[in-house]
């Protein structure tokens, strides 16, 4: 099968008759080119299938230069939700993507992160997760424009995204005491991400400030394996546990399923599961998840803000927070009666 050449500017110019820098202005938003020039142009660019190329331009246009986008484990639900909300909304605003998944090892990482930089890629995304904070660092020293999610305290001098989580995790372990809870833990993960800590801690606090024991387990990577293990190990005890905050809803999904089809338990009669993410299945018949709604459309309009603001070089860089409203569900149940 024959490879057919791509066209240049340059076999546009000669086909039509013009020169050079006509095509180029041809194709420049509000450049100045006669009626019947760019008639000419745009029926040889037409007929030898010519596509401006954009990356080239880019090396000078910081507006046309690729947006790198920085995350691991691409597949789980919610990072592909929040991979889908953010690449939807810069495509709206004309901003080209690339997407390095950094779940590999060091050395793969950093050569995917010197390939950004070698195609002058204009800012890097990093989202929440486990890139390693040297792939960062490589961005900064680059002079990159960085936005980071939900890894907020780790560096000076990027942009951050960040979601509040203190108020409301205080408010569903409120509501867990109120509905009987006694017996509390946090299921985690081992992969110590900024997000995950920060959720495992306000949780643990929560249980401190009202007196009640809380344990933390992490039983492997954050996954739906990870929590059907840790059901396992919690729910097998002469005293078993009665509530539970898990980290992510892939984490609870795996933790719900367990407790129900292994151990016989009523979720919520017998036991109270909190999730966090909002992802899609967290709201399936099967499991109904009482959770917290990460703001993904915010979170993609943010970004795409801070991308264009970036444009005036004199700028400080900024912080946006948000908030994680709680959905209540089925897997929590309500406040125990205080009537005989």
Same mark, same amino acid.
């Given at each position: 099968?024959?490879?057919? =050449?791509?066209?240049?500017?340059?076999?546009?110019?000669?086909?039509?008759?013009?020169?050079?820098?006509?095509?180029?202005?041809?194709?420049?938003? #509000?450049?100045?080119?006669?009626?019947?020039?760019?008639?000419?142009?745009?029926?040889?660019?037409?007929?030898?299938?010519?596509?401006?190329?954009?990356?080239?331009?880019?090396?000078?246009?910081?507006?046309?230069?690729? !947006?790198?986008?920085?995350?691991?484990?691409?597949?789980?639900?919610?990072?592909?939700?929040?991979? =889908?909300?953010?690449?939807?909304?810069?495509?709206?605003?004309?901003?080209? !993507?690339?997407?390095?998944?950094?779940?590999?090892?060091?050395?793969?990482?950093?050569?995917?992160?010197?390939?950004?930089?070698?195609?002058?890629?204009?800012?890097?995304?990093?989202?929440? #997760?486990?890139?390693?904070?040297?792939?960062?660092?490589?961005?900064?020293?680059?002079?990159?424009?960085?936005?980071?999610?939900?890894?907020?305290?780790?560096?000076? #001098?990027?942009?951050?995204?960040?979601? =509040?989580?203190?108020?409301?995790?205080?408010?569903?372990?409120?509501?867990?005491?109120?509905?009987?809870?006694?017996?509390?833990?946090?299921?985690?993960?081992?992969?110590?991400?900024?997000?995950?800590?920060?959720?495992?801690?306000?949780?643990?606090?929560?249980?401190?400030?009202?007196?009640?024991?809380?344990?933390?387990?992490?039983? #492997?990577?954050?996954?739906?394996?990870?929590?059907?293990?840790?059901?396992?190990?919690?729910?097998?005890?002469?005293?078993?546990?009665?509530?539970?905050?898990?980290?992510?809803?892939?984490?609870?999904?795996?933790?719900?399923? !367990?407790?129900?089809?292994?151990?016989?338990?009523?979720?919520?009669?017998?036991?109270?599961?909190?999730?966090?993410?909002?992802?899609?299945?967290?709201?399936?018949?099967?499991?109904?998840?009482?959770?917290?709604?990460?703001?993904?459309?915010?979170?993609?309009?943010?970004?795409?803000?801070?991308?264009?603001?970036?444009?005036? =070089?004199?700028?400080?860089?900024?912080?946006?927070?948000?908030?994680?409203?709680?959905?209540?569900?089925?897997?929590?149940?309500?406040?125990?009666?205080?009537?005989?």
């Amino acid at each position: 099968m024959s490879v057919k =050449n791509i066209a240049n500017a340059t076999q546009v110019a000669k086909l039509a008759g013009v020169s050079r820098s006509a095509v180029s202005r041809t194709f420049t938003p #509000g450049a100045s080119v006669s009626a019947a020039t760019r008639e000419r142009v745009l029926k040889a660019a037409k007929e030898l299938n010519y596509h401006v190329n954009h990356l080239a331009r880019g090396l000078s246009h910081e507006r046309s230069r690729p !947006v790198c986008i920085l995350g691991a484990d691409l597949k789980a639900p919610y990072q592909a939700s929040l991979l =889908n909300a953010i690449t939807k909304r810069l495509q709206e605003v004309g901003r080209a !993507v690339m997407v390095i998944n950094s779940f590999g090892d060091q050395e793969s990482s950093e050569a995917a992160i010197r390939q950004t930089l070698n195609y002058r890629a204009s800012a890097t995304i990093v989202l929440s #997760g486990t890139p390693p904070a040297s792939l960062i660092e490589t961005c900064l020293q680059a002079g990159q424009h960085v936005i980071l999610v939900n890894r907020e305290g780790q560096f000076e #001098g990027p942009d951050h995204i960040t979601v =509040n989580v203190q108020s409301s995790i205080i408010k569903a372990h409120q509501l867990m005491s109120e509905a009987g809870c006694q017996n509390f833990a946090v299921v985690s993960s081992t992969i110590q991400s900024p997000s995950l800590v920060k959720r495992e801690n306000a949780f643990i606090q929560a249980t401190k400030d009202s007196g009640q024991a809380c344990e933390l387990r992490r039983d #492997g990577p954050t996954s739906y394996e990870t929590g059907a293990k840790s059901a396992r190990q919690l729910l097998s005890r002469e005293t078993p546990i009665d509530a539970v905050f898990c980290v992510t809803d892939l984490i609870a999904c795996g933790f719900m399923d !367990v407790a129900r089809h292994e151990f016989g338990l009523r979720i919520p009669e017998d036991l109270c599961i909190l999730g966090f993410d909002n992802i899609e299945q967290a709201g399936w018949y099967g499991y109904q998840l009482t959770t917290f709604s990460q703001p993904l459309s915010e979170i993609a309009d943010a970004i795409s803000e801070l991308l264009e603001s970036a444009l005036d =070089n004199h700028r400080k860089a900024e912080t946006r927070a948000f908030d994680a409203p709680l959905t209540w569900r089925n897997s929590i149940r309500h406040r125990k009666s205080t009537h005989s």
